[in-house]
């Protein structure tokens, strides 16, 4: 038997064990609480044992998470210091708290003191969270994205010839599928892809992309093992890359020689990976979604982008558009009447924050084709959705932060198309 590594063995039971005191002290928290509004009676013996149950598992936690961060250098320091200290200060307080309840000592301190506890607790979680998963893993998908200005954006392309090739398809790919273990906060193999800066400087191997030579990155050769290899990327348990994404990521490297900078339209790609990564931009629709419509002017195509509306053609030869009017205007009313003109054309429409009322959405409701519609941020009610049922392609529907009740959703239940109905932020 082995126990060089016995103490990386005992670490690795933090994640496991760590669940039991944040359980606990919030149970604690919880019995205080019903217990001040008198939801609970003669609670308090209870409540000392949850205390003292969850300070004890919080020491245990303490010595496993001590042993896991000092199995390797593949955390940041300084979250790492952090984050210990808050868990030895979490309990700490998790055994004042029980003293206090316990003999009856200073009343008055405990309140406060149970709730710096949960503050201490939540601020410790959320640093583990960030050397598990990345500090972006818990706002990455926001309603709300708050500004950090070391993140690196790129301006959504509205036609193929703006896209990056890194910016636009590479860096999705590895925010979906390698930032979780390769961040500033986790950096395993000494390997952050964070940044551009990151990727460059590499890892303990040395160079991440070699430009030019896909097949000699490490990058290429770790995502190409076969499934079951020890050195594959991502590791086995987690969702590995596709075959196109590593096809992309090798054109990246050999023919856009691994620049952040090489647009698409530089690339000589094939046919089948062109229209994957089209797709994927959603400037194609997916096949089964690929419809043709009957040929409209193009004159009524030009007056309406120069009412503001971006237009784009989802397919050549369609005649099936998406349209957003992404400029904020007190005249969006007017200009839906105007849309009316190409309404069995329109496949997705983006009208989002617009105070567009209910008589605007049954204006909507007569555009026949509509596959997407985001009509969030407008302050419409059941009643104007109501009429969106009559929409019989409608697959995907935004009513994120409007007005409408449960009685919306209703109205879908029988809709053969529906797929998704966002509804955050609303009375539902």
């Not at 990976?273 to 419509?293: E, N, R, S």
């Not at 099936?320 to 496949?347: C, G």
Request: aromatic content about 8%.
């Amino acid at each position: 038997m082995d126990f060089s590594n016995f103490s990386i063995f005992i670490g690795r039971f933090h994640p496991l064990l760590v669940h039991l005191p944040i359980g606990f002290l919030l149970l604690a928290m919880i019995f205080e609480v019903a217990t001040q509004f008198k939801w609970l009676k003669d609670t308090q013996k209870v409540i000392s044992f949850t205390l003292l149950v969850g300070g004890i598992s919080a020491v245990g936690t303490c010595i496993l998470g001590y042993l896991l961060g000092q199995s390797g250098s593949d955390y940041n320091e300084t979250t790492l210091d952090n984050h210990q200290w808050g868990g030895i200060i979490t309990t700490l307080i998790a055994f004042v708290c029980y003293f206090i309840k316990n003999k009856k000592l200073h009343p008055s301190v405990y309140p406060s003191l149970l709730g710096l506890l949960v503050v201490v607790m939540s601020y410790t979680g959320h640093l583990g969270g960030n050397l598990t998963h990345g500090s972006t893993y818990l706002t990455q998908y926001a309603p709300i994205q708050f500004g950090d200005d070391h993140v690196e954006s790129y301006a959504m392309a509205t036609t193929p010839e703006e896209v990056i090739v890194y910016g636009h398809l590479v860096k999705p790919i590895l925010e979906t599928k390698c930032v979780s273990c390769h961040n500033q906060d986790k950096k395993k193999g000494q390997l952050s892809l964070s940044s551009k800066e990151d990727i460059l400087k590499g890892g303990k191997n040395g160079s991440f992309i070699i430009s030019g030579y896909a097949e000699a990155s490490s990058f290429i050769q770790r995502v190409s093992l076969p499934h079951g290899h020890e050195d594959i990327m991502p590791p086995e348990g987690k969702k590995g890359l596709s075959d196109e994404e590593i096809a992309l990521l090798t054109l990246w490297i050999n023919q856009g020689e691994g620049s952040f900078d090489t647009l698409y339209s530089a690339l000589d790609i094939q046919e089948e990976l062109h229209t994957y990564c089209m797709t994927k931009l959603g400037f194609v629709a997916a096949p089964k979604d690929q419809i043709t419509l009957a040929e409209i002017p193009q004159s009524n195509i030009k007056k309406l982008e120069e009412k503001g509306f971006q237009i784009r053609e989802l397919v050549p030869g369609t005649n099936a558009y998406d349209i957003t009017l992404p400029i904020k205007t007190d005249q969006a009313k007017e200009l839906l009447h105007q849309l009316s003109e190409i309404k069995d054309n329109i496949v997705w429409l983006d009208l989002k924050g617009h105070q567009l009322d209910d008589e605007s959405v049954k204006l909507i409701a007569e555009f026949s084709e509509l596959r997407k519609l985001n009509l969030s941020k407008n302050p419409i009610t059941d009643k104007g959705v109501k009429s969106l049922q009559q929409l019989k392609h409608l697959e995907v529907l935004n009513l994120h932060s409007t007005k409408i009740t449960e009685a919306s959703l209703a109205y879908f239940e029988d809709h053969e198309s529906v797929k998704k109905i966002y509804s955050w932020n609303t009375k539902i």
